[in-house]
């Protein structure tokens, strides 16, 4: 059975929508960029729809197996669960306790230090759970 998922808006502008490439071409045997043995018995196949609802993918009909998606809250109940999370950049904060950083840990890294990026869940991806039963 082919794998065929569904890459959200964020997935495909964050350029986490291939995973990794590992079943994407272009394969080049010349540089040992070769495809995986799996991928001839059960093809990848990518989709960038936009205007598909999550009850769209999700649904039982559908052909897609797997989704790279920004949220879950949309997605019906029972339909798709979340094999893996990404982390992402969500923003900065600013610490205000220069002067201890810095005698802490000296100018340069104390400095560096003022500033903390924040992360969070940023992307999904998604399986339907009847998908490892076929």
Known sequence: MPVHVHIGNLAAQSGASLFLHTHSPPYRPDLGIVSPPISVAHPWIYNKTDDLTPADIAAYDSSFTH?????TDLLPVGSLHAV???DGFRGWKIRNDVLRLIRENGLLIGLWKVFE?????ELFILEKYYYNSL
């Open 117 to 121: 990026m924040k992360k969070d869940i």
């Open 84 to 86: 893996e999370v990404i």
């Open 67 to 71: 989704a790279i998606a920004e949220d």
